[in-house]
């Protein structure tokens, strides 16, 4: 299953994109209308990108009345990523959506304040306002991510989407000042992918929740690594800008990786790099069964 990473891609300029992904992720949605923040707000580096685009977007009531209708009218699966400056904006939020098909809770945006409460607080009150499934979107950043991920799981969350990028600062070689407005952003990109797998890895060991894994997925090797670390689904995120053909490129590129292994399908590669946690586990029944529910 491959999605694109929440903020990597306009399923309404590139409607053919968005249809060659098994589901399309929306950008952020918070409660008002955000601009974002000043110019410059993307920045190439050597091995992938920052960006500080600050959770630009129309807003929820907007969203609602003209975004999500023309989303829907595309025939593609539909996750809403939904953020918010405090519990009550997520639950809010998550309460209007409905005929979608997940949610995504940002919880770890680099370029905005956080919400006062925790994670785990948030998950709670949006599990309250909604029984869609509830995907806790996690930063690499958290110590203990495993730890915090048993804690969502505790919370309400039905799977995890892992990893949202790293704080990160390019310099202009002349200047010596910083090349973002903002001096720090959002690092996404190759380089990323060490990172995207401790993470998958460590969260599949804690839980039995679906993984949704991305961070520098480029090709289908990529893909398939993730799916080993215990991703049960794969997004793609820089690769986009790029390549407008990466899905279904890299889908192609995953079934000749899981040919040349004698593996039957995606499942089948699920947790292989776990030893003690052997092929098809509950780990992707689960996805399956969110899937088939939704």
Known sequence: MFLNASGCLDALTAPDVARSLDAFVTKTIT???????????IAETEAGMLNSIGLANPGRERFLAEFLPRLRALGVPLWVSVGGFSAGEYAETCARLDEVDAIELNLSCPNVDDAAETATEIVAACREATRLPLYAKLSPSTWDLAEQARAVEAAGADGLSLVNTLRGLALDERTLRPRLATGTGGYSGPALKPVALAAVYACARAVDLPIVGMGGVRSGLD??????????????????????????????????ELAERHLSDAASARCLAHSDRPGDSKLGNRMQEIAANS
């Open 31 to 41: 409660p008002e209308p955000r601009g974002g923040n000043p110019p410059v707000r």
């Open 223 to 256: 893909a398939l690594e993730l799916l080993a670390a215990g991703a049960s689904a794969v997004a793609l995120g820089t690769v986009l800008f790029a390549d407008p053909e990466a899905p279904a490129r890299i889908r192609g590129e995953l079934a000749a």
